[in-house]
């Protein structure tokens, strides 16, 4: 399985980006999917996920961010809105068997490789 990002990209605070995760190799509708994110100097946390029964924000962006997924085309996306410098990292979408929405770093079974959202203030 491959997980593809995009969508990344400089904004200014208040701004909003749509990113995309593509997989490819199998369909990953029966998987939870979703986002974690590295800030500069900040180890990987989680951000949102989704699995058939619901979706999971992490506090830091409940309000401001929505994550869909599109099972025909085996992707995701997520859109972020009233953007913060804080948001600023590389963004990782994910896959995991276990289909839970609060994703666990260490029960991913795949990662995208990453795109970088720089929020200028």
């Known amino acids: 399985v491959q997980l593809q990002a995009s969508g990344g990209g400089l904004v200014q605070a208040g701004g909003s980006l749509r990113l995309s995760c593509a997989a490819s190799g199998r369909t990953l509708r029966m998987y939870a999917m979703g986002w974690f994110r590295q800030g500069p100097g900040k180890e990987r946390e989680f951000v949102v996920g989704?699995?058939?029964?619901?979706?999971y924000y992490a506090d830091s962006v409940k309000g401001r961010f929505a994550i869909s997924r599109d099972n025909a085309k085996n992707a995701e996306s997520l859109h972020m809105n009233s953007l913060k410098p804080e948001d600023t990292g590389v963004y990782y979408c994910a896959a995991q068997i276990r289909d839970e929405a609060t994703m666990v770093q260490s029960q991913i079974d795949y990662w995208g490789q990453g795109t970088l959202v720089t929020v200028s203030s």
């Open positions: 989704i699995n058939r029964y619901g979706t």
